[in-house]
């Protein structure tokens, strides 16, 4: 049985240890506001691009882009999320399996050389080096701080390739954010875009509470049910499809899709970076829960231990006395 000195310092390392996974809790926990923040700001500018492009495609059944044709698949481009920092769970951890199981799975197609690797974060930017995958570039910055240009400047680029022909596939592993204690891990085709497809992406988030507890769940589950619901007994509206198109066709998909492309890069950076500190802080709530109940345990022991050692010194003065 370890010593009453040995059992106090273990107390008082357990406690320090409660501190930093408490604090690292709350600091997780503000920065995950902040991205529910940033995401509500968007969402406005996704929901009417999205009404914009489904209206106007729904109306002009010849609007066709270069960007939605598919063609026999030579090259591939992944565009992986992950996170700057660990202490997240099984966040990056979760990206990279997936991200190794797509290039295995393209290579044994294609070829060793036919996919290239975009790492958003340095824990995918790492271990992409790390085994002998072709890195296009360092986008770490984007993990902590999204940035719209940044994001425009690497839809561009990966936009120009797949026109070029130098890609004719992009795909985007990322976690999509549902709740605080929800975080979907998803791969997305890129380009070529299947409009429809893409325009029906899962919209639906608890952007109201940063708390991961049964609860949220629940109110997750009975929004889906819900929505569910709504769309059997609801109306169908019909699509203006009184469309106007100046100069040409092509001039206004032109500008359109390209827009859709930044919006597609930049909701996946924004469901990442909510992601990454919903699951660090779970990580660290859970941490904080095992530290309290392993100091109750050590609690027990010590006082467990102090009474022994306090009976044991009793009896020895009692029998010394009676000695005497």
């Known amino acids: 049985m370890p010593s009453l000195k040995e059992i106090k310092g273990r107390i008082a390392s357990v406690n320090s240890t409660r501190k930093i996974t408490s604090a690292m809790k709350m600091v997780a926990s503000s920065k995950l506001h902040h991205a529910q923040v940033a995401i509500q700001n968007m969402l406005p500018y996704e929901t009417m691009l999205e009404h914009i492009l489904k209206a106007f495609l729904a109306a002009e059944a010849e609007a066709q882009s270069i960007y939605d044709q598919e063609r026999p698949v030579k090259r591939v481009a992944l565009v992986v999320f992950s996170s700057n920092s660990s202490l997240c769970g099984g966040f990056n ?5 997936l991200m190794q199981q797509t290039v295995n799975a393209y290579t044994e197609q294609l ?9 958003i974060g340095r824990k995918v930017g790492e271990k992409a080096q790390k085994l002998g995958y072709n890195v296009q570039g360092d986008f770490s910055d984007l993990a902590d701080k999204p940035n719209v240009q940044q994001c425009i400047d690497l839809a561009l680029e990966l936009g120009k390739k797949f026109a070029e022909g130098t890609v004719d596939k992009v795909e985007l592993i ?9 975080q979907i891990l998803t791969r997305k085709v890129f380009l070529p875009i299947d409009l429809e497809e893409e325009l029906e992406r899962d919209h639906e988030r608890d952007l109201t509470s940063t708390i991961a507890t049964r609860e949220s769940q629940e109110y997750l589950r009975r929004n889906r049910r819900k929505h569910t619901e709504g769309e059997h007994t609801s109306e169908v509206k019909p699509l203006n499809d009184n469309f106007i198109v100046e100069p040409d066709m092509d001039t206004v998909l032109s500008r359109l899709i390209p827009k ?13 970076n909510a992601s990454e500190h919903a699951a660090r802080m779970v990580a660290m709530q859970t941490a904080t829960d095992n530290a309290d109940e392993l100091l109750r345990e050590l609690n027990l022991q010590y006082n467990k231990s102090r009474q ?8 020895d003065i009692v029998g010394g006395s009676v000695n005497n």
């Open 93 to 97: 951890a979760n990206i990279i399996r």
């Open 111 to 119: 070829g060793a050389d036919a996919v290239e690797i975009y790492p």
């Open 174 to 182: 990322y976690h999509h954010f549902k709740s605080a204690g929800s």
């Open 260 to 272: 859709m492309l930044h919006l597609m890069v930049y909701t996946a950076l924004l469901d990442s």
């Open 308 to 315: 022994q050692a306090i009976t044991s010194e009793l009896l």
